[in-house]
């Protein structure tokens, strides 16, 4: 049995991004699939790291448990919108207080080189923004994905399996939302 982890990492509630939540969660198979979700907005949590890695703040408890949900999934599936170019705010700073090191990665001793902790586990995204995905992807060369996924995903061992991308979310019809929605659902449901 596969057992999915969702990370909603959308900061509104009532956000698209809930939506896709919604119909992922209702189009994945419960007879060979178990699923967890984690709403960012909804840990109580400091997303700074005060300390650095050389002395990072203790994990609260929503923390903790993130990270137990984590280390439970075979695949992880991360849903956020693009904003700046980038993940949003909240989303880095989950990431910077929960793939800590002894959790996510593991410096080797005198090497440059670190074990990657998170390794065997797949993952995927979904996520908005308000430019064309062409406009985002061919002119801007989709940094927030690429530097999401070579030097946080892939750092810690995590193998990305795919991108879906809902772009020019301003100017969406109701009838265009529908047929997202329909693509997650499908999507969930692989």
């Known amino acids: 049995m596969k057992k999915i982890l969702i990370v909603n ?4 509630a009532g956000s698209f991004c809930d939506a896709i939540v919604e119909h992922f969660v209702a189009g994945i198979n419960s007879e060979n699939q178990q699923v967890k979700t984690v709403c960012l907005r909804d840990l109580k949590f400091d997303p700074i790291l005060h300390g650095g890695y050389r002395n990072p703040t203790e994990l609260e408890p929503d ?24 993940m949003p705010a909240l989303l880095k700073g989950f990431i910077d207080r929960t793939f800590l090191p002894g959790f996510a990665f593991r410096y080797k001793k005198d090497s440059p080189m670190w074990d990657r902790l998170l390794k065997g586990r797949t993952t995927s995204i979904i996520t908005t923004m308000d430019a064309p ?9 989709g940094h927030g994905i690429r530097s999401m996924n070579k030097f946080i995903l892939r750092f810690c061992g995590l193998k990305l399996n795919r991108v879906t991308y809902f772009g020019s979310m301003r100017f969406s019809t109701d009838e265009q939302r529908k047929k997202m929605l329909e693509k997650v659902s499908r999507l969930a449901s692989k």
């Open 133 to 141: 995905v062409w406009y985002h992807r061919w002119i801007m060369g």
């Open 9 to 12: 990492a959308h900061p509104l």
């Open 63 to 86: 923390l903790r448990m993130a990270q137990d949900y984590i280390s439970w999934s075979d695949h992880i599936v991360w849903i956020f919108p693009i904003w700046w170019g980038e």
